[in-house]
């Protein structure tokens, strides 16, 4: 028995027309069609997409092998569509374990790497768009069912007032916590919230870092006020939320080395399209002390070549800075521009090496290529010590001081609104540890371009 696929496609996915193909029903089993052709086409399509969504060719043989095993699996059968329990049989087959669901949570990794190209493969087979950067396994909603369409009324507002979608993402987990601990205490009533409430769920909070609970209850006034304007409240209870002291330094940053950074950027495969972009990005960071989310924010238009100057305005301070594009950062992205970045209409310099090459969606993404190296490059740190992006930036301005450079001069290359942070914050380290992290900056200082290198 045969089934004809059409010759048009849909969003380039095979159409099967169900007048020229057999349907055979099958116990505890979804509609089944059979057709070895038509699972080759299925095949042929998942591996299309992986393609075109710019896939390593290391994971694009390891998707096809998977595929051909499973399309032999399921003509074996006399299978043309797959439900969920059919896709378990396989993956048992294969793995030899067998789970409970086919997307729920798992750790295994030879069985998530069975797991994800069978999915693909069965939303072919159900006529499914194919979303590579779906994960297999559901978000999770922590948001108690009964107050889920008004925490949706409320991101919903957040995004009216062009909110982030990060910072929508951050009330969200803030709010569907809050209305977890309501329901665990036995609140259904908002009007008849109280302080009483409100501060038994910070204190629940009481072993997370300062800084975090100080967030949450950021998020948590603003959601308050929500309540309060939308006539869910009689008043607003935000400015009656319980003080909280922000201690600013409750962790201290590692302290980069010079010889520590040389390490890292050594490690970086620069022959990879994505190692030369990790390259670019934390040279920048380390030379110029960029923000993570001013490296994000990039665009080639910020980049005169001519006056060998890297001009932005600041995310965080709406404040312009220009720095000088020194020879070692302005030749790795140029490397990364001409050699490595895929084709795109996105106009950000550093973008995500996934279809649909579009700019990095949050902060950590971007921080996670750093820790990445760094343990590759066996570098270990301190407990409780932050080692993020950030931390170079930091290290950056230690070395400068270290060097001599006046705070005014380190306050104008971080772009710090005043010299009151810049002092508060890096002035605080010893002596011997500024010389411990004694980098080259002397470029990075020349604030006159008098020694500014072409690029």
Avoid at 314 to 334: C, F, R
Avoid at 343 to 362: L, M, N, Q, W, Y
């Amino acid at each position: 028995m045969t089934a004809r696929a059409c010759s048009h496609h849909h969003g380039g996915l095979p159409h099967f027309e169900a007048s020229s193909c057999l349907f055979i029903p099958l116990p505890n089993a979804e509609v089944i069609l059979v057709g070895q052709a038509d699972i080759n086409d299925a095949v042929e399509s998942v591996m299309a997409v992986l393609r075109d969504a710019g896939r390593a060719e290391e994971t694009l043989r390891r998707h096809q092998a998977v595929l051909d095993r499973f399309a032999t699996f399921l003509a074996g059968r006399g299978l043309r569509s797959a439900n969920d329990r059919v896709c378990i049989d396989f993956i048992a087959h294969q793995t030899g374990v067998r789970l409970g669901s086919l997307r729920e949570s798992l750790t295994d990794r030879d069985v998530q790497a069975v797991r994800r190209p069978v999915v693909l493969m069965a939303d072919v087979l159900s006529g499914r768009a194919i979303e590579v950067d779906r994960s297999v396994v559901p978000a999770k909603d922590n948001c108690p069912v009964r107050f889920r369409p008004l925490r949706d009324d409320y991101l919903a507002s957040c995004r009216e007032r062009h909110n982030a979608e990060a910072t929508v993402v951050t009330k969200d987990k803030v709010v569907s916590r809050f209305f977890g601990y309501l329901v665990e205490v036995g609140v259904d009533d908002l009007a008849m919230l109280d302080v009483g409430d409100l501060s038994g769920f910070l204190l629940r909070q009481r072993r997370l870092r300062r800084k975090t609970v100080a967030s949450m209850r950021s998020c948590l006034a603003d959601f308050l006020a929500f309540l309060a304007s939308s006539g869910r409240t009689p008043s607003s209870l935000a400015d009656r939320l319980p003080p909280h002291r922000h201690v600013r330094h409750e962790s201290e940053p590692h302290l980069w080395s010079a010889e520590e950074i040389r390490k890292v950027l050594a490690v970086i495969d620069r022959q990879s399209v994505a190692g030369k972009r990790d390259y670019a990005m934390i040279l920048s960071t380390a030379r110029l002390g960029l923000r993570i989310s001013d490296l994000r924010q990039l665009e080639l238009g910020d980049l005169d070549w001519r006056a060998k100057r890297i001009t932005i305005v600041q995310h965080k301070t709406g404040q312009p800075l220009s720095l000088p594009l020194l020879d070692d950062v302005g030749w790795a992205i140029i490397d990364y521009i001409r050699n490595g970045r895929p084709e795109t209409a996105c106009p950000k310099v550093f973008i995500k090496h996934r279809h649909p090459f579009d700019a990095f969606g949050s902060a950590s993404s971007v921080a996670s290529r750093l820790s990445r190296h760094a343990a590759r490059a066996g570098i270990e740190f301190a407990p409780g010590e932050v080692c993020g992006m950030h931390s170079l930036r930091g290290a950056l301005a230690v070395a400068m001081i270290g060097g001599g450079a006046s705070i005014p001069v380190v306050s104008a290359v971080l772009g710090h609104a005043s010299v009151d942070t810049t002092q508060a914050y890096y002035l605080r380290f010893d002596t011997e540890r500024l010389r411990c992290c004694a980098l080259d900056v002397e470029d990075v200082i020349d604030t006159s371009g008098a020694g500014e290198r072409d690029a």
